[in-house]
């Protein structure tokens, strides 16, 4: 049985020669044990950053003032759950589990199943809402056409700086394929939205009920996010901590850790991670099949394997989506052919 330390001092004895892992106890500690947080919310995925965080907020939570939640987005691997259960076990705390705003299945039935990237899917689903014929024109004159449709036509028509975000070329002879292969089936990231993003805002606005009366609202929030996990979620924070005026703040105690930061903790305090990294080898957890994916073809075939009702699920949510990014990736291939074959041509 997992026993907590009484003070800082009892905690930092066992901590690793590790100066980012001994800082951030410290910090965890004393954001945890602050006077000024009467309840904190900690979500918890199943995923491994997860998995250290909670590890570091049971050790460091000595009044047991952290209430733990997991979002359930209506897709998740059954080895995710059973890890929940032994999560739940091991500290001896309860995972409560807080359903989607609109589960996936039911969200990309409705709005459309994601493709490429949050941004992609958001522009094509504004193009789309437009009916927009996938045209080759200059700006100026898609304005004409589609007038309410300013962002995402900038997007199309590559109106931002070179190399922005903001732009289809970011994704190589994206537009060249759908000109060639407009989309039949409705494309957007709207599951996101409605299975994750206003989820974490109305649990924070309208708190949760414990016990079946007790309405817990929360003046703390911790989540799992890493600097060096990079990507949007990442860079869109520049240090551990922000007090906000909202009255709850955020506390990402694992935003400095790099891996082998985390390496080193796992070894320390034996955090053990989800059968989806253990039996099934995958890299990364969350959403099972996530279409974003780089690598949804390999997942594809873990939950073939390890999975096989999940894979009927998800083929049947996303089928249109991989098949459609199939498609896309044979035609950048093709394209990258002809572009070598041209440029031995005119060597
Ligand atoms: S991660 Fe993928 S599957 Fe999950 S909610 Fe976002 S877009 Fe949908």
Redesign the pocket.
Known sequence: MLSKANSIEELLESCPKNQTIGDNLVRAWSKINSSKYKNILCSISGGSDSDVMLDIVWRCDKDNKVTYVWFD?G?EYQATKDHLKYLEEKYNIEIHPYKAIKP?PS?CKTYGQ?FIS?QVSEFIQRLQAHNFKWEDEDFDILMKRYPKCKSALEWWCNVKGSGSSFNISRNKYLKEFMIANPPTFKIS?K??KY??KDVAHKILREGIILCDYYNVKFDLQIIGIRKAEGGARATAYKSCFDETDTGCDNYRPLFWYRDSDKIDYERAYFVEHSGCYTEYGLKRT??AG???GRDFEYELEVIQKYEPKLFKAVNNIFGESYEYTRRYRDFCKQMKEKERNHNEMCK
């Open positions: 987005t897709l996936i969200s994601p949050k990231n599951c996101c299975a994750k969350g959403c996530c279409p974003f």
